[in-house]
């Protein structure tokens, strides 16, 4: 049996936590055949020993590890996201980076097989170029954070993929700059990519405005310094509760193996999965497009009762 290492980095609250206990559920309902599954949650920050206590018993099969305190005092949130990074499992043939917020219902092995057998890094490009500085074009917002960190050319030969067709090249053009909610690695080159990753991601702090895109574009250059090659995958693999998707990628949208429920204007995606009260009343909410076959999807695989217990 071949060995996939999900890792996900949350912080200590009721809402991720809640989170993973629904990935969980979701991710032991797959069909795995010739692959075996483990689950590696990265946590950091002061943490509520009540609120701990009560999840834990819905996080058993998965391993958790903390970030040190020291580690979390100088790096904030990064001390956990970059510890995917520094301290992964060993025994893996790949790692599978998600968002706590993602939810996979389908099988995920031809991906793995991909992935395995071809020894590429794979993932959905970007919905959208990275938040710049006034006055930066796209080109700009590149050019900034690559000057002294790579010689290796960014080949922009990928489109972001919620900007329709029709948009100007110099918006819609992309190097291999994935979304970071759902990413498969060989572990082979996960190995080698993640000290350069490491290196790297703190550089691009000052070079960019919203320092919560700077470990997508830490990933971009770290597989350019590599030379690691790369597949994208499609839409299915990362597909947002988002309308824009839903009307771009009607095809996708009917064949979704991992919901990536980020958008929050229909729903608090912290709180769907926090309490009796809050399922129910996620399960009751009258939506469309992606938010309601998701939310048919949860029901079909979690149930119409709650089943986290009661605070």
Not at 277 to 297: E, H, I, P
């Amino acid at each position: 049996m071949k060995r996939v290492a999900v890792l996900i980095a949350a912080s200590p609250t009721a809402g991720f936590y809640s989170q993973l206990a629904a990935f969980g559920v979701a991710l032991r309902r797959l069909d795995w055949a010739h692959w075996t599954p483990s689950v590696h949650i990265y946590l950091g920050g002061p943490a509520d020993r009540g609120e701990y206590s009560r999840w834990l018993p819905c996080l058993r099969e998965a391993e958790i590890s903390w970030s040190s305190e020291q580690r979390f005092a100088a790096d904030g949130d990064w001390a956990q996201s970059d510890d995917i990074f520094r301290s992964p499992p060993r025994d893996a043939d790949v790692i599978l980076t998600m968002d706590a917020d993602t939810f996979p219902v389908l099988p995920l092995t031809a991906a793995l097989d991909q992935v395995l057998e071809s020894g590429v890094v794979a993932g959905v490009v970007a919905h959208y170029p990275f938040p710049r500085f006034p006055g930066d074009s796209v080109s700009d917002g590149w050019r900034r954070v690559t000057s002294g960190i790579t010689r290796r050319p960014l080949d922009f030969a990928f489109s972001h993929t919620l900007m329709p067709p029709g948009t100007p090249e110099d918006l819609r053009r992309s190097p291999f700059y994935v979304n970071g909610g759902v990413v498969f690695f060989p572990k082979t080159v996960f190995d080698e990519l993640a000290p350069r990753y490491l290196a790297i991601r703190p550089q691009l702090m000052s070079r960019m405005p919203n320092g919560d895109f700077t470990s997508q574009a830490a990933l971009t250059l770290a597989i350019a310094e590599c030379g690691a090659a790369t597949a994208t995958l499609p839409m299915r693999y990362n597909f947002p509760n988002d309308p824009i998707a839903d009307r771009l990628y009607p095809d996708e949208l009917a064949s979704v193996a991992i919901f990536h429920y980020l958008r929050t204007d229909a729903f608090d995606r912290q709180r769907i999965f926090a309490s009796a009260a809050d399922y129910d009343t996620f399960l009751s909410l009258q939506l469309s497009g992606s938010n309601a076959l998701f939310q048919r999807c949860v029901r079909r695989v979690i149930g119409g009762d709650y089943p986290f217990g009661r605070p």
